[in-house]
C-alpha cells in the first residue's frame, strides 16, 4: 500500500500497522474505523481537564453511541449524558449504571419520562412544561434544569445552543416560575446545566456562559451540581497546520471559575462537563474508494462511495475535514491538483470536500476523511437505500475487530409491508 499523503494518521500511528486497503476488503467499504488508544488518550484528558476532586466528564454518547466505543468510555471512569431511551439502552448494555447516566433530553413525551423514571435516571429538562410534566410523572424525585446561558457559539448556526436563537433551556429570569414548579410538585433540583453550542476552540464564551449560570445558582440552595455542557472543539484542519484547544488554559479558566463559583455559594459543589466530539471525533477515520474519476465542466470530480448518507457532516453543516489518499495499484504521479470528493448520492450538493488540493487521485484509490468518530456513522441513514456502513475497533494490542455489522439489504426490506394488488 502506497500511502500519498497519511502524514496525519502516520503521526497518530492510527493504522497501527495495518493496511487500509485491506481493511476495506475484509469489511466492505465504505467504512468506519475506531482507534481505542486514541479514544483511551481523549477521555484522560477530559478526566484530567481540572483539578478538582468532584470533578466528572459525562460523554455525550449522541456524538457516537457504537457499543464498543462506550464500553471503552465507560472502561476509563466517564459517565454518559443520553437523549433518547435507545442511547439510555446501549448505555446500560455498554456497563453504565442509571447513576451513571444523565439524561438531557428536549421536548419529549411523557412516556419517555416514565421510561427515565422507572430507569432512576436523572433528568435535565428545558422548559417550564417539561419541568411541570416530570412533576406530574415522578412527584418528589429528583431533577435538574437547563437555562439558557444567555451566549451562544459554534461552527455553524445550527449548533448554537445559547443566546437569542435556540429552542434551548429556560431564560434566566424565569427562575421564579421554575421554583414555582419545583414546590408545587415537591421536586428537588439538584443541579443547573448550560450547553452553549458545539465546537469552540476558545474558552471565552463557554465561561462567559457559565458565569451568568451562577446568579441563577444561587437562587437554589438545593443544587448540588453545576453542568457546564460541552463543545470543546478538535482541530478538523490538521493538514494546514490547525493546533488542538489549549487544554492547560482551558483547565485553569475552569478551576479559577470553580473556586469564584463555590466561594460565592459557599460550599463546594460538584462540577460535570458533557463533551461528545472531542472525546470521539479524533478516534474514527472514515474510508471509502473511488468509483470515479472524471473532469466536467472544468472541474474535477473524484467520485466515491462516501455520500451524505454515510458522513452527513459537510453537506448539513458545511464541515470540513481532511482528506487522506491511499493506493494499492502500480501508478504513480507527482502532480497535485484541485479537486472535488464526491459521494454516489443522487444529489449534486453530495460533495464531501470541494476545491480541495491533492495528490493526482486514480481509480480504485482509498480516500480516508479524518476526524469522522463523532457526529459520523450516528448520523448515518439509508437514504438512496443504501447501507449503512459496518464499524470496527482497532484495538490496544493493533488488532482490527468488527464492532457493528454492515445493515444487510435484508434489515431494511423487511420492514416493508405490501399492500399486495392481486
Ligand atoms: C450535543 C451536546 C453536547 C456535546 O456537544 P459536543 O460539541 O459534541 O461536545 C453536550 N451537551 C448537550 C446538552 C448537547 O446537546
Redesign the pocket.
Known sequence: MNKLNSKVTDEMNFYKGLNPGQLLKEFGSPLYVYNESILRDRCREMLNLVDYNEFTVSF?S??NSNLAVLEVVQSEGLKI?A?SPGEALIGFKAGFRSEDILY?CNNIAVEEMKFVAEKGMIIGVDSISQLRAWGKVNPGGKVFV?FNPGIGTGHNEK?I?GGENTKFGIDAEDVKEVANAVKEFNLKLIGI?Q?VG??FMKGDVFIEGARNLIETAKKFDSIEFINL????GIPYNKQNGELPIDLEEMGKMILELINQFNSEIGRSLKYII?????IAAECGVLLGQVNTVKTSGGKKYIGTDIGFNVLARPVMYDSYHDIEVYRECEACSEKHEKVNIVGNICESGDVIAAERMLPEIFEDDIIAVLDAG??GHVMSSNYNFRLRPAEVLIRESGEAVLVRERDTICDILNKYKPIGFK
Open positions: 455525550s449522541k456524538a449524558d437523549m438531557v437547563r449548533v445552543t446545566n450547553h458545539s465546537l455542557g460541552g463543545g470543546f458533557e463533551p461528545g466530539r472531542y463523532a457526529y
